[in-house]
């Protein structure tokens, strides 16, 4: 069933801002545009699937970490904890919007190798520079600390309780997407399939939707997550920006640990953390982890078996009787170039910007991408935070903004 709040045709013929997309990103820009007095246009957002039900943000984890290697990341991060932490008071204090907070278990990242401890070590140079509140712990401090893990192979860790854990994402997103709502922005229920430029070829007209409508505009938005190539080839660009599968189970324990788990991520590249009651979650990257079509969402019924549960039961020796809740696949938005988002207008087509290449920290920094594109939108550059590092023209000049704390 679609939300509410979505209309079958758009009211206008011409918009300032048509925004592809109206999951986090798409609504995170929508609402900061309504919070900017110096903006007074309209805004249009076009949702291909108003149910949101296989959107890379309903499928989310739904984390927020500062454990990056670049600092840019790390103040993303910060605003978004911020953003949740006060959520209520930024939607006006009205009870239609919960009160939200983070369950801060924090990351663990468990380094086996010198090599990996020492991209902790620099990591953590980094964090704590941008006022993160990262400690690095030898195995006997974890294994103190956490009794539960096997740690003999263990060389690092590198934990965080402050400003990390999991939130709720979605009534996060939903809360953008209704108060945009209420302050005027119009959702359709439609979906973008064609995309016209001037004679010149250097800027955006008009948007066709599957419907027939076809609208003017001022300046186009690219949130489309996974789609977000689809929509740049519309105006003839290509973007590195493809769907990846990725695994997700919440289990329960025979025997629940003592404590919290923090969300561990172990050696092998499986992440484990705490969920709620005394359920857990797990999840995974395929061994193989080629681009897939946006529409496949099968799970592969053998990686459960064969790789999830035995890492877990090594780690974790009392995670050797467990039963299987609930699995889903979800898709990270993934940027192949860097790891990177790309944010910002295309370096020929000026009002036509993107919002999109996350590689699964989209939701965490979905407020922070908001207000800077919202901020760019009004005024022609990023204020807050500078963004300029994610713009897409270094995608054109091939020189990578490389994130490295990837899960």
Known sequence: MARPGFSDRPSRSSYDVVIVGGAMQGSATAWFLTENPDFTGSVLVVERDPTYEKAATSLSNSCIRQQYSDAINVRCSQFGAEVVKNFRAMMGGSDLFPELSIHCFGYLYLAATETFADALRANHRIQVEAGAHTRLMTADEIKAAYPFYRVDDIVLGSHNTVDEGYFDGTAVFDGFRRSAIRRGVEYVGDEVVAIGLNAAGDRVETVTLRSGAVVACG???????????????????AVPVEPRKRYSWVFTAERPLDRALPLTIDPTGIHMRQEAGEAYLAGCTPVVDPAVD?????????????????????????????????????????NAFDHNAIVGPHTRI????????????????????????????????????????????????????????VI
């Open 219 to 237: 300046q186009v938005v690219n949130a489309s997550g996974t789609r977000a190539a689809k929509t740049a080839a519309m105006v003839g660009v």
């Open 294 to 334: 946006p529409d496949d969402f099968t799970m592969d019924p053998d990686v459960w078996e064969d790789r999830v549960w035995p890492i877990l039961a090594d780690r974790i020796p009392q995670f050797e009787s467990i039963r299987v809740v609930s699995e889903w696949a979800g898709h990270y938005e993934y």
């Open 350 to 405: 000026a009002n036509f910007h993107f919002q999109c290449g996350f590689s699964g920290h989209g939701l965490q920094h979905g407020p922070a991408m908001g207000r800077g594109m919202a901020e760019m939108l009004t005024y022609g550059e990023f204020r807050a935070l500078d963004l300029s590092c994610f713009s897409f023209g270094r995608i054109a000049r091939g020189e990578p903004f490389i994130e490295n704390a």
